[in-house]
């Protein structure tokens, strides 16, 4: 047997039956045979077992993190022999259906003393019945479709696939131990997929999809092929349902929001689910589910990038981006930067190009978000310079920087300027210290300590009043620098000791830390900002691989984009602060490595195309512009459910000496809605258009009289209206002279 979820798959497994293997999830021993099971459609982290030893088992499924309880939550007794099925009622929270070889029985979970019904059932053949559960007396109506062992299955409300037990399948070369539906909310909707399965065999599950041929797949939601389908919330509760109640679940949109979206090709594999606390996808959805990335056309690309530094350290980005200009490292001598104008895009020269001579190694640099001017650099030697690109971009190779800052007594491998304050730098360095450095005095103002080893990141918070940082000891640790050198709080951060980065998200609640684990698998960790001794909250592993995932948070958005120096995928997870916290989104995939992605203010976004991000990507030779879009039909509207107002973060809100002296600021907000655009929530509503009739219009039972009305009317339709005049009737005559006439001449001849 096997059962699956959105999130999760559930199979038998090692003797006989006797074991529950969930995917991603510690195996659930049981000491008799399972016969059924059946996740929650309410919470995928319950799952419901039968067996012979006549008793239902409630189970509730932990985290990555924990080890399952092999003790149930629940357990209910038939008293009624063998059980062979056990279904949840599909709008009703607590109730079961459980089938034993000669009856059946409903089950409110919250009245476990005795079933609320139970009816006597005797089939030899198989046969398809329909049932009104509140009046078991007898079935309504029935379908026999033979003799056979074998078991049928019912995947989809409007399509019926019966497969016996045990079917060889063209797609392995062992026989099917069983089949699953994947449930209609995980479905790939942009590839027109109608139906998956997941097909159970002696060595693994095969998923197999059906999907429907379509000129636009891919590009377009076909909202013909997915009429809404049911939610994650019951309608009713088991108490209601059982005094006649008659509520249906809230249908919705299979492109989980009110535009057509498209979510992640399926895999080999059932996808994982983020590690939680509690269940998985009972919670809020994403309208950012399938964000799609498009690389720009190659007019915009800036291209035949000579002597790129492919070796920066890991806690360097690659490169960095403002809206007017790029900084790439080259792999020169004399530590060089190359800046490129990005209103300039095209084929570089053969030729040299002018660039910054930094004398020596880069280690890190960054923009000044401030002035698109200014770009600090941090070197081998633990000295900081910075340096003004004029009006223009690089006319000239550049040899004297505007500040040099030194303070640090070992190599600097990290900078990052301050979101609100103008003029304020924060570095860290092997010699296990964070300073803070003022660029108009041109000097360090404070030294941070309390790290054990390598810091791998840093991240202010979006206030600008607190600094995180996650450290190669395993701990993560926020500091108040004006307040003190010492941390105000510290807990435990990844495991894994390859590299971290830290960024702050949900209006600063939470801490979002990309490292690896014990096993170098990439993870993504989420904090609570106001108790890090905790632990994480919350955990969703990624992958193997060697590179560290660089963070990109969008706090009007809340969604995070992450992909590693190296990777060809670029990963998308919307965060909650809640269950389930973490919402994977459709991933993007370059064609070839790239070596870094750095992303431009929200201001660079076609709203009319509706992109929720730019970035640009840059490759061995090439820096491409790559836009992250929400598909949506009616575009002529500005989508203000998606773009809420948001921060002029490349403006100061106060100096640096004003936020060193105890000042707080904030960013001012603006709105991205253009002009002559109509917000769609104003958008003039369209009343239903049903394409095609109800179901119930074709199963409908006529009686014999209204047959007998349905063929006599055709066949009047056919014949035509009696009323109507012959076509004879519409013929000329002669006269009757001529007629008499015309009889003489033929009686004379």
């Known amino acids: 047997h096997i059962k699956a979820s959105s999130k999760l798959v559930a199979f038998n497994t090692e003797q006989a039956g006797k074991t529950i293997k969930v995917w991603q999830n510690s195996n659930i021993p049981l000491y008799n045979l399972v016969t059924d099971m059946d996740f929650s459609p309410f919470d995928e982290s319950l799952l419901a077992t039968c067996s012979v030893d006549e008793t239902v088992k409630l189970w509730r499924l932990c985290d990555l993190a924990q080890e399952q309880s092999s003790s149930p939550e629940l357990t209910l007794r038939s008293g009624q022999g063998r059980l062979e099925l056990v279904l949840f009622h599909p709008t009703s929270s607590g109730l079961l259906a459980v089938g034993t070889t000669k009856s059946a029985q409903i089950w409110d979970t919250n009245c476990q003393e005795a079933p609320l019904a139970v009816c006597s059932v005797s089939m030899r053949s198989r046969e398809v019945r329909l049932w009104d559960s509140r009046k078991l007396s007898s079935s309504l109506s029935s379908v026999s479709l033979g003799t056979s062992s074998g078991r049928l299955s019912y995947p989809d409300p409007s399509l019926l696939l019966i497969l016996t037990s045990i079917v060889s399948h063209c797609l392995t070369d062992t026989s099917t131990k069983g089949i699953a539906l994947v449930p209609k909310l995980a479905l790939d909707v942009m590839s027109c997929e109608v139906v998956r399965v997941l097909q159970l065999t002696d060595s693994c599950i095969v998923p197999i999809s059906y999907q429907v041929p379509r000129k636009n797949s891919g590009h377009e939601f076909h909202d013909d092929l997915y009429p809404d389908t049911v939610g994650t919330t019951p309608a009713m509760s088991a108490e209601e349902w059982w005094k006649g109640g008659n509520k249906q679940d809230q249908a919705r949109d299979c492109s989980t929001s009110s535009s057509p979206l498209s979510t992640p090709s399926s895999s080999a594999a059932p996808s994982r689910s983020p590690s939680s606390t509690s269940g998985l996808s009972s919670g809020p959805t994403s309208k950012f589910r399938h964000i799609q990335g498009t690389v720009m056309h190659r007019d915009t690309h800036i291209t035949n990038i000579r002597g ?50 930094n ?61 609100l304050a103008s003029g304020v730098l924060v570095s860290s360095s092997y010699d296990l210290t964070v300073r803070l450095w003022n660029l108009e005095t041109g000097k360090q103002v404070k030294v941070l300590d309390g790290h054990q080893d390598q810091v791998f990141g840093m991240a202010w918070s979006p206030d600008g009043k607190l600094l995180a940082t996650v450290c190669k000891d395993g701990k993560v640790r926020i500091y108040d620098p004006r307040k ?168 100061p809100a106060l100096t640096g000496s004003a936020w060193l002296s105890g000042s707080n600021g904030l960013h001012k907000k603006i709105s991205l809605k253009p002009k002559d655009m109509t917000p769609v929530s104003e958008a003039p509503k369209e009343a239903p258009v049903r394409k095609y009739l109800p179901s119930s219009v074709y199963l409908e039972e006529k009686t014999d009289e209204q047959k007998k009305d349905e063929l006599l009317n055709a066949m009047v339709a056919k014949l035509g209206n009696m009323d109507d005049p012959l076509p004879q009737e519409s013929f000329e005559g002669v006269d009757e002279d001529e007629w008499v006439s015309e009889c003489d001449q033929n009686m004379n001849v």
């Not at 770009?375 to 004029?390: S, Y």
């Not at 990309?514 to 632990?535: I, K, M, N, P, V």
């Open 359 to 419: 004398s020596v190694n880069v280690a890190d640099f960054a923009w000044d978000p401030f002035d698109t001017h200014r770009l600090a650099v941090a070197g081998d030697d633990a000295k900081i310079r910075v340096w003004q690109v004029p009006e223009g971009g690089l006319k000239e190779t550049l040899t004297e920087p505007k500040i040099i800052m030194q303070g640090h007594t070992e190599k600097i491998y990290s900078i990052k300027f301050h979101p």
């Open 484 to 651: 003190s050198t010492s941390p105000l709080q510290e807990g435990p951060g990844p495991e894994g000791h390859r590299g971290a980065r830290v960024v702050w998200v949900c209006d600063g609640k939470y801490l979002l830390v990309s490292g690896f684990d014990s096993r170098s698998e990439r993870g993504l960790y989420l904090y609570s900002a106001s108790s890090l001794s905790s632990g994480a909250v919350s955990s969703v592993p990624v992958n193997v691989s060697p590179s560290t995932l660089i963070p990109y948070y969008d706090p009007d958005t809340s969604v995070v984009i992450l992909t590693g120096k190296g990777d060809t995928r670029v990963y998308i997870y919307e965060i909650f602060p809640e269950d389930p916290y973490f919402i994977e989104c459709s991933s993007f995939n370059s064609p070839e490595p790239h070596k870094g992605l750095a992303f431009l203010p929200k201001t660079e976004c076609n709203v009319r195309d509706v992109e929720v991000a730019v970035g640009l990507m840059l490759t061995k030779t090439t820096i491409e512009p790559v836009a992250f879009k929400v598909p949506r039909v009616k575009k002529e509207f500005f989508q203000d459910d998606v773009y809420s107002d948001t921060a002029v973060w490349w403006e």
């Open 308 to 357: 790129l530094n492919l070796t920066t350290p890991g806690e360097c980005d690659g490169f960095c981006v403002n809206r007017q200009r790029v900084a790439v490292p080259l792999a020169i001598a004399g530590g060089q930067i190359a800046v490129f104008e990005r209103s300039q895009p095209g084929k570089l020269p053969d030729t040299a190009l002018p660039t910054i001579q």
